[in-house]
């Protein structure tokens, strides 16, 4: 076990230990069904407060193969999965929050100097007796060294992985080499068993193709299959049961959206909640606006106050009780403005 290569199950576990904890494990069965296949890379993009952060603690406690974790896992719904007992504690996890190295760092170069050197670390730890190294300086080719010697894939798990596209929103060189940089360790490596990154942004783009055209998104508005995995739905009727609150209150505060997705041939419908404010309002007894607290909303109150395109006064329509039509598909959410001019 290291910080980077398979971290272990602390993050996890204490969100077993917590007060409220909602069973999301469904999700494994879903990137089980991915795993070594050419859909194995997975983007979830989320707003914060979601859950991505639980989910890849939940992964790496799951796939890592430095502990049996099976006591964890055994009394939750993936129990019940066919892939369960396949997967579980079969793979070396190299979990990574982008966030931690932008915070520590102050330039892209000086990021990717400091993130392949900790993670090379980790792995010369674990591996240098057992497998002869052709380059300890080159992380992707200590990687290759280390499948083909163990024949074990890794899964990669990046949390926060658009941290640098926001921070640096303006650097178009400095986001195409970070972006360069996570195509050529992930891209067509045999080593790759399951890349699943989360963040704010989708994937970002830059001239005529995507860095990163390998991963398949599932954004806010396209969730498809990971609907349920990310946010509270119908299990909010039963939180406020539990801890007597009212579910029409409930619904009314923290009824974000809905999502309709296919299940099997049959449409149905989700209301998507909150996490963080149907946990703070269940614990405390007290209907606020918990979710506009975090960093995300600040960042969003930036774009609403510029009014640009009439965003200002359609979500003062909104607010009001009126119903406002919108083209997702129009917008390019990367923060920064398109040859149109258009901010989004």
Wanted: aromatic residues 14%; negative net charge.
């Amino acid at each position: 076990m290291g910080s980077y290569l398979n971290p272990g199950n602390k993050g996890f576990r204490e969100s077993l230990n917590s007060d409220i904890y909602v069973d999301k494990s469904g999700l494994i069965e879903k990137t089980n069904a991915k795993v070594d296949t050419r859909q194995k890379f997975l983007c979830i993009s989320r707003p914060r407060r979601f859950g991505k952060s639980m989910a890849a603690d939940m992964l790496a406690a799951y796939y890592g193969c430095g502990e049996d974790t099976a006591e964890l896992f055994d009394r939750l719904k993936v129990s019940q999965a066919s892939s369960y007992r396949e997967h579980l504690n079969r793979y070396d996890v190299i979990k990574i929050n982008m966030q931690e190295f932008l915070s520590l760092t102050y330039s892209v170069d000086e990021m990717l100097e400091m993130l392949q050197k900790y993670v090379r670390f980790d792995l010369l730890e674990q591996f240098e007796q057992a497998v002869r190294l052709r380059d300890e300086n080159n992380l992707i080719q200590v990687m290759k060294d280390i499948y083909f010697r163990t024949q074990r894939p890794f899964v990669i798990l990046i949390d926060e992985w658009d941290c640098l596209l926001r921070e640096y929103q303006q650097d178009q060189d400095a986001q195409k080499k970070y972006l360069d940089f996570l195509r050529m360790w992930l891209k067509d490596k045999d080593y790759v068993g399951l890349a699943y990154m989360t963040g704010i942004l989708p994937i970002k783009k830059y001239g005529s193709h995507s860095a990163l055209n390998m991963f398949t998104e599932y954004s806010m508005t396209n969730p498809r299959e990971m609907a349920k995995f990310f946010g509270f739905t119908e299990e909010v009727r039963a939180l406020c049961g539990e801890y007597g609150r009212s579910f029409e209150e409930t619904r009314a505060w923290y009824d974000g959206y809905d999502l309709m997705i296919m299940e099997g041939t049959v449409p149905k419908t989700y209301s998507m909640y909150s996490p963080k404010s149907v946990v703070d309002a269940m614990l405390s007894g007290i209907f606020d606006n918990y979710w506009n607290q975090t960093e995300t909303y600040e960042a969003l109150r930036v774009y609403i106050r510029m009014n640009f395109d009439g965003l200002k006064d359609a979500v003062v329509r909104m607010l009001a009780g009126e119903s406002v039509l919108i083209n997702t598909g129009t917008f390019s959410n990367d923060m920064t403005p398109s040859q149109a001019g258009t901010m989004c």
